[in-house]
């Protein structure tokens, strides 16, 4: 057997891993690609001052009934 037909039959696996490890990397960037177009298009998150008030953390997590008998007061609509 000659030098050549041994070198080529050892390179085809060779080319075929290099082949499927460019498809791999190509996948990879896309899906990176892809990923962070869905990212930017995605509605951010409200900031603390664009929330609803009732919403946002209470300082105190704690009343007493008075003082929450005084904001449901608050948030009563007139009738």
Same mark, same amino acid.
């Given at each position: 057997? *000659? $030098?050549?037909p *041994?070198?080529a039959a050892e390179a ?7 082949l ?5 990397v ?5 899906a990176f ?6 990212r930017?298009?995605? $509605?951010?998150? !409200?900031r !603390?001052a664009?929330?609803?008030?009732l919403m946002q953390r209470? +300082?105190d997590?704690?009343? *007493?009934p008075q +003082? ?10 007139p009738?």
């Amino acid at each position: 057997m *000659t $030098a050549m037909p *041994t070198l080529a039959a050892e390179a085809q696996p060779s080319l075929f891993l290099i082949l499927a490890g460019v498809v791999l990397v190509v996948l990879l960037l896309g899906a990176f690609w892809y990923g962070s177009l869905r990212r930017r298009s995605a $509605a951010a998150p !409200p900031r !603390p001052a664009e929330q609803n008030p009732l919403m946002q953390r209470r +300082e105190d997590s704690w009343q *007493t009934p008075q +003082e929450h008998a005084r904001e449901e007061e608050k948030h009563r609509y007139p009738h």
